[in-house]
Each structure stands twice: as C-alpha cells, then as structure tokens.
C-alpha cells in the first residue's frame, strides 16, 4: 500500500509530546518496517522543518535536531514527490474552480502529490480541508 503522510502526521510522530503521537506514530513505524510504501510531497520536507523548529515545546527543536529527525525516522525508500510549474498552475486553477481561498492551496499541493504518486492512502489530521480541496480523492483521505 502506497500512503502519502502529510506534515500534520510526520510532526505527531516525531514529537512525543504531541497530543496526537499515539495515533502517528504507528504509520510512520510501519513504514520503516516495510510494511507500507511511504509517499511525501517535497513541500512537506519545508513545511517539517518549519514546524518542528518553532514547535513551542522545552527545550526547542533546533534546525540541527529537525534535520535529525527527519533522516533518522524517514526511511530511504520513502518517496518524494516534487510539483513542477504545469502542477503549480493546475492546483491553482482548481482552487479557483472550487471557490476556495488561503492557505487550503497548500493542502491542495499536498493531494496533488499523493494524487501524481498514485497514493492508496493520504492520512493527515487535518480531513476536511484536504477533502475541500481534493474532492476526486475524498475516499483516500484518512486520519490515523
């Protein structure tokens, strides 16, 4: 099974203090195990930098540890799916068609990469936005 992990799971199932790091931990486990093939888009390496180094947590995730982090607890065979231009302008031309605006656009990049990797899965703790903007792709849409 291909599963695409957006930022909102890969930041749960790093950080152990996470409300939620119960429920992630478990997907990114099964896929250092094998048992599952993970899919990223190359927009969630940014975006999990960024948060998991202004997380208000004690002591704070310095860019060393961030960086840590993600090599350790990603395994090499995930896939990294990158947009190019055309992507970039059909995503925005479908958030036009859908009427939605801000930051929504973001996760619209996120289902474009699960959508182009051919994802069975994208699991995300955050359903209804990814399902706004992604409607052909609702019944792949999951939490943990």
């Known amino acids: 099974m291909r599963v695409l992990l ?3 799971i890969l930041v749960a199932a790093l950080v152990r203090s996470h409300p939620q790091h119960q429920e992630a931990r478990p997907w990114l486990s ?3 195990a094998g048992e599952l093939d993970l899919v990223i888009a190359a927009h969630t390496l940014a975006e999990l930098h960024a948060t ?3 997380l208000p947590v004690k002591p704070r995730i310095s860019p060393e540890t961030a960086n840590q982090l993600r090599e350790k607890n990603l395994p ?3 896939q990294i799916v990158a ?3 055309d992507h970039y302008r059909q995503v ?3 958030m036009a068609e859908l009427g939605l605006a801000g930051g929504v656009v973001y996760d619209a990049l996120i ?3 699960a959508e182009l990797a051919k994802a069975d899965r994208l699991i995300t703790l955050n359903e209804a936005d990814f399902r706004r903007a992604w409607p052909d792709g609702a019944d792949r849409i999951g939490a943990p």
């Open 92 to 94: 925005t031309r479908r």
């Open 6 to 8: 957006d930022t909102s």
């Open 52 to 54: 998991l180094t202004v």
């Open 76 to 78: 090499e065979s995930t």
């Open 30 to 32: 099964r896929a250092k």
């Open 111 to 113: 289902a474009k990469a």
């Open 83 to 85: 947009l190019d231009a």
